[in-house]
């Protein structure tokens, strides 16, 4: 199976590479894709040697344009396709119909995957996209047991990517605007979720306060490990108990499923972190490549030591496990 | 946890300030001549001010990228600055140089960010996109104050990344 | 520019569970009272809620199509199991209604069938919009999200098609795979014994320095606010929106109705129907922030002085 790493910049392009990454993604920095984040992401000029650095180190690059056009502003992301084809990516991953129709018609040779953000959840929707836009990939939604991993590769006409590693996403993928609810910015609209603009953190005596916009999502005392200020995993009141009403501050580890994932057909592995560090990146993806490779009763050692690099220090097998429901 | 020997901060206790803030403009500057695009990505943030306050020493240091500046002063109760960051100053200087996640430090609350969120994150990713490395980029740091930074740098760096520093290089 | 006709009200799908007389009754006085051309009938939150209403969907549909009113179906907005599928692939094959599309799935097999999409279809632009309604969609109901430049823009290039905009009530703001609501009572989605039922217009979640915040209904989160665009119908109407859709809330959607139907024929003030429908639906405070492109809780008042709620 494909490991498919993330970069927010080119430093971390070069990390995954180098750390043995089978395909690195990545986006422009722009509202194009889901992590639009301030500093963050490249410039063509930057995509243009990330992407002659993998294929020199027999590495493939992915290019996320990844959220919905802006009504009147289509060309920036018709630009965006058209400049990221020009570069050399190897697939393009999107999630707007009327982008994978102006790409499926304008570059039918260009190789297509389906955004986690298209929220294409079952056989019938996947099949859609395939027969319409000619994609060739879909990235599962973080909402599927592997169960329902395994029963829709048996009926869909393309290869299945899913989510391994990092960040977790409470909500359908591409369905979600709690953050535009709070703060206007939404990560269909704008690549972003809880935007870093809107977020205030606040000391109250010995505690850590998050603010997002005018809400309080969060209360840490001194010495709890912390998570980003997203709106599903905020602390709130429902009726008379306090609470993490959605999902607790924590990431995404299937690895531990590796031999099912496989079995279920998936093709490729995605690690979650854009918006992380070079160093994270070059951690995860070095243990994780090590732990595809070995056999599964060896993986365990190799992955416990990522949990301290993520969210609350916790990890979750999410959706793939049906109790998680 | 004493992460910093007292025996290190305690010269920077009794070190004028000023001639602190010399050795820290001289790195500053040196530095930004070994990475002119440092600050680029910095975008409409390049105009504000970032404060860095070590938790184990008792100064502050604030950086303006616009002006490309580094000011430093004892710490007190008022600053000037959008937004700050928290951590202990190996921490601080791991991070400049990419070697450490900052996500993960603001898990574990060994980090902590305040102020305009939007700048310090693009701060962060500004630096974690360059090639800093302390130890080459100051190598040929030259003038009085530059044997004084050397060592105070190496043994922040040596005695904080311990181990794993020597994996790094 | 298409011949301007007058704009329609659309009541929505009732996105909670309630109880099987109540959604009976609910829909009779509807179809007996309502001044609302469209009803979208069917369960679109949780396919586990299906069968509450099946018992009825008969006698409502016959009572509503007897008033006069056009009924669709509306399907699944979440569909992973193999059985939610086939149900909207059946439903597509034997309904003589048109359906409408909440999900991916439902584009598949409706494709060169009439039918409409829901606000829970991702719109954003109007080559999305051709490209669906050259599937056979014939109304677009446009996320709730949109800023009114981006209807505009939509409504403008798209002359042929009927849009549609999200008018009143709490709005649908995410889904998930895990059940909040079972979970804020000790249980799980498998095991839920329908708990979502006992609150027939959402559960409400507060911030823990008690801000009213957002409101949970199954596997659904939808805003504590209650969208409200009776300021804007003018502006909406004038872009080219051919009707307005009401989501029912646990109130008198009956006068909820008149209020829209009075603002839009004229007949009625905006401040004066605003008002109005405070008093119909105290339960939440009113918002129309999306629509001015701000934060979707914000109300943004008509009076030159803006505010934020």
Redesign the interface.
């Known amino acids: 199976m494909e490991l498919i790493c993330p970069a ?5 392009f070069h990390e995954a590479v180098d750390a043995g990454a089978d395909a690195v993604y990545c986006g422009f920095r722009d509202e194009t894709n889901a992590r639009n ?4 992401n490249f410039s063509r000029e930057e995509l243009k040697q990330a992407i002659a650095y993998a294929r020199k180190k027999g590495c493939e690059t992915f290019v996320a344009l990844n959220t ?5 502003a ?1 060309d920036i992301w018709y630009r965006g396709a058209a400049d990221a084809i020009a570069c050399g990516a190897d697939a393009l991953i999107l ?5 994978m ?2 790409v499926a018609e304008k570059y039918p040779e260009q190789r297509l995957h389906v955004s986690v953000q ?8 996947i ?3 395939v027969d319409t836009f000619n994609a060739k990939r879909v990235v599962l939604p973080r ?2 047991t592997i169960a ?1 991993i395994a ?1 829709i590769g048996k009926s869909i006409r393309c290869e299945m990517e899913v989510f391994v590693f990092g960040g977790l996403c ?3 993928e ?5 953050s ?5 910015k ?1 990560p ?2 704008n690549g972003v979720c809880s ?3 809107h ?5 109250d005596g010995r505690d ?1 306060v998050s603010e997002l ?8 005392p ?7 200020p997203t709106l ?1 995993k ?6 008379d ?2 609470g993490y ?3 607790d ?1 924590v990431s995404l580890d299937v690895m531990g499923e590796l031999e099912a994932l496989k079995a279920a057909g998936v093709s490729a592995l995605k690690i979650e972190g854009r ?6 990146v070059a ?1 995860v993806v070095k243990v994780m490549k090590a732990a595809v490779n070995s056999p599964p009763e060896q993986r365990g050692a190799l992955l416990s030591r990522l949990r ?6 916790k990890t979750t097998s999410g ?1 793939y496990e ?4 | 946890m004493q992460l910093i020997p007292p025996l290190l901060t305690r010269p920077l206790g009794v070190v004028p300030l000023v001639v602190i803030e010399r050795i820290c403009r001289l790195m500053f500057k040196r530095i930004g001549t070994a990475h002119p695009g440092l600050f680029e990505r910095l975008g409409e943030h390049k105009a504000k001010r970032y404060a860095f306050l070590p938790t184990d020493v008792p100064l502050a240091f604030v950086v303006e990228p616009a002006s490309e500046t580094i000011f430093v002063s004892r710490k007190t109760a008022e600053l000037a600055a959008d937004a700050v960051t928290e951590a202990p100053l190996f921490m601080l200087l791991a991070l400049m140089e990419g070697r450490c996640d900052a996500d993960a430090l603001f898990f574990s609350r060994d980090l902590s960010v305040t102020g305009d969120m939007e700048a310090m994150l693009a701060m962060r990713n500004a630096l974690d996109a360059s090639t800093i490395d302390l130890s080459k980029d100051l190598a040929r740091l030259a003038g009085p104050f530059a044997p004084l930074a050397g060592r105070v740098i190496g043994e922040i760096r040596n005695r904080a990344l311990g181990g794993e520093a020597t994996a790094w290089n | 520019m298409p011949e301007r006709t007058r704009p329609g009200l659309t009541l929505g799908p009732v996105y909670y569970l309630w109880d099987a007389a109540k959604w009976r009754d609910f829909h009779f006085r509807i179809a007996d009272e309502a001044p609302v051309e469209r009803v979208l009938i069917g369960e679109t939150v949780c396919s586990k809620r299906q069968h509450f209403i099946e018992p009825h969907l008969a006698e409502v549909v016959e009572r509503l199509e007897a008033a006069g009113k056009e009924v669709v179906f509306s399907t699944l907005s979440l569909v992973t199991l193999a059985r939610e599928s086939k149900q909207i692939r059946e439903m597509a094959a034997e309904s003589d209604h048109m359906l409408e599309g909440n999900d991916l799935s439902a584009l598949a097999v409706l494709k060169d069938k009439p039918h409409t999409i829901s606000p829970l279809i991702n719109v954003y632009n109007a080559p999305t919009a051709r490209l669906l309604a050259s599937r056979g969609a014939k109304t677009i109901c446009l996320p709730p999200e949109l800023p009114f430049a981006s209807v505009q823009e939509i409504a403008e290039n798209c002359p042929d098609i009927d849009f549609e905009v999200f008018a009143f009530g709490r709005m649908p703001l995410a889904i998930s795979a895990r059940c909040a609501h079972a979970r804020s009572k000790g249980r799980i989605k498998d095991n839920c014994l329908f708990v979502c039922g006992e609150e027939p217009d959402g559960l409400p979640v507060k911030t823990l320095d008690r801000q009213s915040f957002l409101t949970l209904n199954g596997v659904q989160t939808v805003s504590h606010a209650c969208q409200s665009l009776l300021g804007e119908l003018d502006d909406l109407v004038a872009a080219g929106i051919r009707s307005f859709r009401l989501s029912p809330q646990d109130c008198n959607m009956v006068e909820v109705a008149r209020l829209y139907r009075a603002v839009l024929d004229g007949v009625m003030g905006a401040d004066e129907a605003i008002a109005g429908l405070q008093k119909i639906y105290p339960a939440a405070p009113l918002s129309n922030g999306f629509h001015h492109a701000r934060e979707g809780a914000a109300w943004v008042a008509r009076a030159r002085n803006l505010q934020a709620s």
């Open positions: 927010g910049t080119p430093a971390a984040f301030p500093g963050l919905f056009m802006r009504a009147g289509e999630a707007d119909f009327g982008l129709a102006h298209a929220s294409a959840s079952n056989p019938d929707a099949n859609f996209l909402t599927l329902d029963r409470v909500m359908a591409g369905r979600c605007s709690l535009s609810y709070a703060t206007g939404s269909n609209m935007p870093a603009s977020v205030r953190y606040r000391k850590l916009g005018a809400f309080t999502i969060n209360r840490f001194e010495g709890e490990a912390a998570g980003y599903c905020g602390r709130f009141d429902i009726a108990s306090s009403a959605f999902e501050p918006q992380r560090g070079k160093a994270y951690e301290s690099m993520s969210e609350g220090q959706a049906k109790r998680w429901r």
